[in-house]
């Protein structure tokens, strides 16, 4: 667990997420979710429960949320690669309520995972992003990511086509 101060004042608590946060972990995926700009599903998985247990269990990776007082306003998971072959590439994402944005939550929460990354050895990070999400862009390079490949046209919403984006940065 560790607190941030936000830019606006408050201070956000990131910490591993536990049986409890599984309801509010499901709001915040589904409230992003609805905006269908920022990530690639259009529902929640309903078991975060399950998720969190066997993420701890047999040490996959680490499921976090970004709580401000008592309430849970984000969620981010770095997990470890399957197989033995890429045992040594941690696999990133995180959503974040939209009122929250823009206040160093982002930050806090890649901060986080990146420490924890670090820790566990992780040689490589990856992720994908929407190429239209020029916030997340702008904040994963602000931690040294860069873009690895761009997928043309894998996605429409509202007739607009976006490219996916995958991010890259190496630990070691």
């Keep these: 667990m560790k607190s941030y101060p936000?830019?606006?004042?408050?201070?956000?608590?990131?910490?591993?997420?536990?049986?409890?946060?599984?309801?509010?972990?499901?709001?915040?995926v589904n409230s992003v979710a609805s905006e269908k700009r920022y990530i690639f599903v259009e529902k929640s998985r309903e078991d975060w429960d399950n998720?969190?247990?066997?993420m701890k269990q047999k040490e996959r990776g680490l499921l976090l949320v970004a709580q401000v007082k008592e309430k849970v306003v984000g969620m981010?998971?770095?997990?470890?690669g399957k197989w033995e072959k890429n045992r040594h590439v941690g696999f990133l994402g995180m959503v974040l309520l939209k009122k929250f944005r823009e206040v160093g939550?982002?930050?806090?929460?890649?901060?986080?995972?990146?420490?924890?990354?670090r820790q566990e050895q992780l040689e490589k990070i990856s992720l994908r992003v929407f190429s239209t999400n020029e916030r997340?862009?702008?904040?994963?390079?602000?931690?040294?990511?860069?873009?690895?490949?761009?997928?043309?046209?894998q996605y429409k919403f509202e007739g607009e086509y976006m490219d996916e984006l995958f991010m890259r940065k190496f630990l070691t």
């Design 6 to 28: 936000t830019k606006d004042g408050r201070i956000v608590v990131i910490r591993d997420a536990n049986e409890k946060d599984a309801k509010a972990i499901t709001d915040v």
């Design 105 to 117: 939550i982002g930050t806090a929460m890649t901060d986080y995972m990146l420490r924890w990354a």
């Design 51 to 54: 998720a969190i247990i066997e």
């Design 136 to 153: 997340a862009i702008g904040l994963y390079q602000k931690f040294g990511f860069e873009s690895e490949a761009v997928i043309k046209r």
């Design 76 to 80: 981010g998971h770095l997990a470890k």
